[in-house]
């Protein structure tokens, strides 16, 4: 049986940091944010299928949300800044990441990669459950410039204004849903998230 990279690869999510052009109080990295942003796409899901008479697939879009920066274990985490210079960067970056992946996929064991190709390959995803991942994604950036401007770290406050403007561009009623009841709690300190919920 050949060895397979894979996962050996993947493992090394933890050491691409996020953020890298800025002084960070906490330093975040592509694992952690890959879990927090699959829980988030979750909620999502599960909201627009309660809340909204949605009919998505809240496990797939969980799995697919923690593959979706899986690519940069090859590419590395390249800056907001410079991936949306302008649209011919933001599209050569694309077909980076669309090799990268590519790439992932056949490291695995030829049995396994049609069950792998659907998490990884965005191109196979639909619009709906893509919608779902990239506002977990903005939001999940949101929620760590939050964290930030609460330790006092201005270096966030412009990213703050920019996620913003991506959140409102992509809103939903899901996503309110989620702004109004979830993202409050990230102003306040354990002590204050705590008094409700003594042990």
């Known amino acids: ?51 909204f008479n949605g009919n998505l697939n809240a496990e797939r879009i969980a799995l697919m949300a923690m593959y979706h920066d899986a690519s940069e274990v090859l590419t590395g985490d390249l800056p907001t800044p410079v991936k949306y210079f302008n ?60 964290e930030e401007l609460s330790a006092g770290n201005r270096e966030f406050r412009l990213a703050k204004a920019r996620l913003e403007k991506t959140l409102n561009q992509r809103r939903s009623p899901e996503m309110d849903y989620f702004v109004e009841v979830f993202v409050p709690s990230f102003n306040l300190s354990l002590d204050e998230i705590s008094q409700d919920t003594p042990l």
């Open 87 to 146: 649209a011919q960067i933001a599209h050569e970056y694309k077909k980076i990441e669309k090799i990268a992946q590519q790439k992932l996929i056949e490291m695995l064991p030829p049995e396994m990669q049609s069950a792998y190709r659907p998490l990884l390959d965005e191109s196979l995803h639909s619009e709906a459950e893509t919608a779902i991942v990239k506002q977990a994604d903005a939001l999940c950036a949101y929620l760590k410039c939050l």
């Open 1 to 51: 049986m050949n060895q397979s990279h894979f996962f050996a690869h993947l493992s090394r999510l933890k050491l691409i940091n996020r953020w890298p052009l800025m002084r960070n109080v906490r330093t975040e990295n592509v694992s952690e944010h890959s879990l927090q942003v699959a829980m988030v796409a979750h909620a999502l899901a599960l909201i627009k299928n309660k809340k």
